[in-house]
């Protein structure tokens, strides 16, 4: 079973410019999740997205989005970058959240790097 | 590769002996626990997990125990191999409100030859 994918692998921005991440969730995950992990620190939760919608967003300023497509899969955006923005996106499935929470599984991540 | 945790807290263990990984989290209405293993390069990989009606739950030379009087969690890894060299971190998910996800630090473990 192939797992949670995600591209670019990396990629290199100006400060200013748009930056676009994408991620494929495990066959049969409906639900996609966005983390950023900064260097020498954990994972803060951006974004979930289930069935198409948004359900939740962290404390992230409003030019982190993104969206969830009908196959389940996702983008996250980031405009305007900044210096800060440079961090290991990480993005991860679940089984629907229905009662429950479910393990989530991690895709490899992309490096975004802003110069 | 990717470097993960360049200042985390640092568990030095002999190969062959117990590990034991702690983690104190913050939201009292948490109701699921996680541990993940994070190496280099790598995205983190689901270890074991726990809700809150156990105190216990053991897995393939893994053992979580949860202490909700006091808001703790640890990790015990039996025999430590050096394959378990990475940086090991808990999750918490709640619903107060809101669904909360929260991540700890994490902790690198290494294991000595």
């Known amino acids: 079973e192939a797992g949670v994918t995600q591209s670019p692998t990396h990629l290199i921005k100006t400060r200013g410019q748009q930056a676009t991440l994408r991620c494929s969730p495990i066959s049969g995950h409906t639900s996609v999740y966005w983390y950023q992990q900064a260097l020498g620190l954990g994972l803060q939760f951006l974004l979930w997205y289930d069935e198409g919608e948004e359900r939740n967003r962290g404390n992230f300023p409003p030019r982190f989005s993104g969206r969830q497509f009908p196959n389940y899969s996702s983008e996250l955006n980031v405009n305007a970058l900044e210096l800060e923005d440079s961090a290991l996106y990480l993005c991860?499935?679940?089984?629907?959240?229905?009662?429950?929470?479910?393990?989530?599984?991690f895709g490899p991540g992309t490096r975004l790097t802003v110069t | 590769g990717e470097s993960v945790g360049l200042h985390l807290p640092t568990l030095s263990v002999q190969e062959g002996d117990n590990s034991i990984i702690n983690c104190a989290y913050s939201?009292?209405?948490?109701?699921?626990f996680i541990w993940y293993k994070q190496e280099s390069g790598k995205g983190p990989q689901f270890i074991i997990d726990i809700r809150s009606n156990m105190d216990k739950r053991q897995g393939q030379r893994v053992t979580v125990l949860l202490n909700k009087t006091v808001k703790h969690l640890s990790l015990q890894i039996a025999a430590t191999q050096p394959g378990d060299s990475a940086v090991y971190f808990c999750a918490e998910m709640g619903f107060s409100g809101t669904y909360k996800y929260i991540f700890g630090t994490g902790t690198r473990l290494k294991v000595l030859a």
């Open positions: 939201n009292s209405a948490s109701d699921y």
């Open positions: 991860a499935s679940s089984l629907r959240l229905a009662g429950g929470f479910y393990e989530q599984y």
